[in-house]
């Protein structure tokens, strides 16, 4: 995939391995916002009043978020997701030309681990971080990998394959 294609989003319901809840103070603004970002509105649940109680959002299979309504605590949520060949700097900035009162766009930055990312934080002050492999560093960070970091895990190749 280049690095500016964007994959077809999977509307799949599944069983999900792993997701994160946003609290939100107004679920239709949050809803707009992470639209912008590059999630769809895959379901919503209604309330006993008929609004929103969940709203099910996804960028690609296995990146899901849940918004619900309630009393947002600034900096109480990160979740990071794969960028998935997006565009960071494009998608940064058109957000920052769009972005709402509150909104919080930074980057893209370079990492020491090897990635690029883009730090979005949302009026209410969850945060999602896009993060992307610096394709061109991948043999020198599979290296560096290798020599600096300790734990009991494995550095595949390009193609997925363990030396």
Known sequence: ??????PTIDRTIYPMPMFATLQVADVAAAEAFYQAVGFVSLAAIPGPDGSPAV????RERYQDLLITPGEPRSGSTTVSFNAAGQDLGALADALRSAAPEGAHVEGPADTPWFTSDLTID???????ILTAPREAEMGHA???ARENIEGDFVVEDRRGERP
């Open 1 to 6: 995939m280049s690095e500016h294609t964007v």
């Open 55 to 58: 709203v099910h959002l996804r």
């Open 122 to 128: 949302d009026p209410d002050g969850n945060r999602v």
């Open 142 to 144: 599979r290296e560096w």
